[in-house]
């Protein structure tokens, strides 16, 4: 959700991301020689029908970023599954913090970025400046950062829900990293994030401490809510942890259209976000059918959720997770593939 990179890391990047199924499955066919007569054809028939139902256009290879959080690996994962599936494309996934891909616009090395939040200064300098990105239109995901309190707080002490107490119970939430000031638990540098300016803002008595991840803010969450330890923090939606517990959500000073404008000096509440995706120019001119589907991905906050819950709590992998919601979703699918 906003950060930046090294261009070091995106090479590095390149050079680890894996091969697509259907080149990985003419290899395993290798072994006997009958069965790579056998396979060799289904392959080439596989890929005459993806081309046919494409109009005879070659789907080729689509680079997808891969934000560092689930509910963005949920999206990509079903995304992927589907232009190789069924349009017979080779889906390079990239492990990239938000800013780097969008750099990765203008060099070809990346064609896709399936869930933006917001980032109207990135918008400005690849799509209206450099013309190097082109907006897709919306994912069907609607967006909510905020911080949050877990249940057995606001039960507890009903009012810390409203900002104006926050400094009330700030000795609550001492750490050993905040000193003598509050604890506010952010996730991973890169997200998008006005935290440090609300505590200045809002004159709290509060320091912002970084967990590193996702996954980190998970466990703080969890082990706030099991052993009743106070904690405030970072979280946003669509977000399946909040069908294992209903954190509460802190009420900041409302947000109002640019609040936020400057970043130094905001004092609001984060603005609701209608998630978008982001692609090349260069990919969108190339006439390949996942232009369509990237396009036409629209799904809810409870479709994200539920593909996410199958990666983070029940451990599948991204592409079973995928294939198992897109069996179960084939009208939805339908509709992306026009």
């Known amino acids: 959700m906003g950060g930046t990179d090294t261009v070091q890391d995106t090479l590095r990047y390149l050079r680890n991301t894996r091969p697509g199924r259907l080149r990985a499955g003419a290899v395993a066919g290798a072994v006997l020689a009958l069965v790579v007569a056998g396979c060799g054809g289904a392959t080439v028939d596989s890929d005459s029908d993806a081309e046919a139902s494409n109009g005879g256009k070659d789907c080729g290879t689509v680079n997808l970023a891969i934000n560092p959080w689930v509910g963005y690996e949920a999206s990509a994962a079903v995304v992927a599954h589907v232009?190789?599936?069924?349009?017979?494309?080779?889906?390079?996934?990239?492990?990239?913090?938000?800013?780097?891909?969008?750099?990765?616009?203008?060099?070809?090395?990346?064609?896709?970025?399936?869930?933006?939040?917001?980032h109207p200064d990135l918008k400005t300098k690849y799509i209206d400046e450099q013309k190097t990105a082109v907006a897709l239109g919306s994912t069907g995901n609607k967006g909510i950062i905020g911080w949050y309190v877990p249940p057995w707080m606001a039960q507890q002490y009903p009012d810390i829900t409203d900002w104006k107490n926050l400094n009330k119970y700030a000795s609550l939430f001492k750490t050993s990293e905040s000193g003598n000031q509050g604890q506010l638990l952010d996730g991973d540098p890169s997200f998008v994030t006005n935290d440090e300016a609300l505590v200045k803002n809002l004159s709290l008595n509060y320091k912002v401490v970084q967990s590193g991840s996702e996954t980190a803010l998970i466990q703080a969450f969890r082990d706030a809510e099991k052993n009743k330890k106070p904690l405030l923090a970072y979280f946003y939606e669509p977000q399946w942890f909040f069908n294992e517990i209903k954190l509460v959500k802190v009420d900041l000073p409302a947000y109002k259209a640019g609040c936020d404008a400057d970043p130094a000096k905001v004092a609001c509440d984060y603005p609701p976000y209608d998630l978008d995706k982001i692609a090349s120019k260069k990919f969108v001119d190339s006439g390949s059918p996942a232009v369509d589907l990237v396009k036409n991905f629209n799904w809810t906050n409870d479709d994200q959720n539920l593909v996410?819950?199958?990666?983070?709590?029940?451990?599948?992998?991204?592409?079973?997770?995928?294939?198992?919601?897109?069996?179960e979703n084939p009208d939805k699918v339908k509709a992306w593939l026009g």
């Open 83 to 118: 232009a190789e599936q069924e349009l017979g494309c080779t889906v390079t996934k990239k492990d990239l913090k938000e800013e780097v891909s969008w750099q990765g616009f203008g060099t070809g090395e990346v064609d896709v970025v399936i869930e933006n939040w917001g």
């Open 308 to 327: 996410a819950k199958y990666i983070a709590e029940d451990k599948m992998s991204a592409e079973d997770a995928a294939k198992k919601w897109v069996d």
